[in-house]
T-cell receptor, first 113, second 113 residues
Framework: GDSVTQMEGPVTLSEEAFLTINCTYTATGYPSLFWYVQYPGEGLQLLLKATKADDKGSNKGFEATYRKETTSFHLEKGSVQVSDSAVYFCALSKVPTGNQFYFGTGTSLTVIP | KAGVTQTPRYLIKTRGQQVTLSCSPISGHRSVSWYQQTPGQGLQFLFEYFSETQRNKGNFPGRFSGRQFSNSRSEMNVSTLELGDSALYLC????????????FGSGTRLTVV
């Protein structure tokens, strides 16, 4: 079945360090791929998305490229800030099979000054 | 533009009781989905409603049910509560096609004692 595998956490980085959070997926057809972020005590916020192969999603300095050949959608940021501390979820969704999202297990990121 | 509103934010119930959670989607959004988030299982899909019809259902027992009203507001109900039902319940809405992604509410934190 469809699924998302995400890098285990937690991840701790110093401010201005480079961030990579790995995400790979298994799906038939042509899923759309997403990264969501969850701050403490909050719901999920859409960070970025890509709807077809080779698309690059970007937002707030974060980027991820939809790689069909490696079934990956790794999240990257060149210089993290303390305010980036949160839990990051990779997800996929497909049409027309029910429209549900399949989420990864989440990766907790802590950025220290 | 108001976001997805979930009420109440926090809830404490006793085993065996039932509970109803409410979700008001973004105006114009006709699709509402519910997810359960727990530390052990992560984010699990409960069900999705579109125009008052359940379109998809996750792998949860029949104690979990939901409905959607003509104004797109949605409720989910859990009967005969168990300790394992303690979780953050997230509601999400979207306009339609899966590639648009969801907008999530802040969730209802349910604690069963």
């Amino acid at each position: 079945g469809d699924s998302v595998t995400q890098m285990e956490g937690p991840v701790t980085l110093s401010e201005e360090a480079f961030l990579t959070i790995n995400c790979t997926y298994t799906a038939t057809g042509y899923p759309s791929l997403f990264w969501y972020v969850q701050y403490p005590g909050e719901g999920l916020q859409l960070l970025l998305k890509a709807t077809k192969a080779d698309d690059k999603g970007s937002n707030k300095g974060f980027e991820a490229t939809y790689r069909k050949e490696t079934t990956s959608f790794h999240l990257e940021k060149g210089s993290v800030q303390v305010s980036d501390s949160a839990v990051y979820f990779c997800a996929l969704s497909k049409v027309p099979t029910g429209n549900q999202f399949y989420f990864g297990t989440g990766t907790s990121l802590t950025v220290i000054p | 533009k108001a976001g997805v509103t979930q009420t109440p934010r926090y809830l404490i119930k006793t085993r065996g009781q039932q509970v109803t959670l409410s979700c008001s989607p973004i105006s114009g959004h006709r699709s509402v989905s519910w997810y359960q988030q727990t530390p052990g299982q992560g984010l699990q899909f409960l069900f999705e409603y579109f125009s008052e019809t359940q379109r998809n259902k996750g792998n949860f027992p029949g104690r979990f049910s939901g409905r959607q009203f003509s104004n797109s507001r949605s409720e989910m109900n859990v009967s005969t509560l168990e300790l394992g039902d303690s979780a953050l319940y997230l509601c999400a809405s979207r306009i339609g096609a899966s590639s648009h992604g969801y907008t999530f509410g802040s969730g209802t934190r349910l604690t069963v004692v």
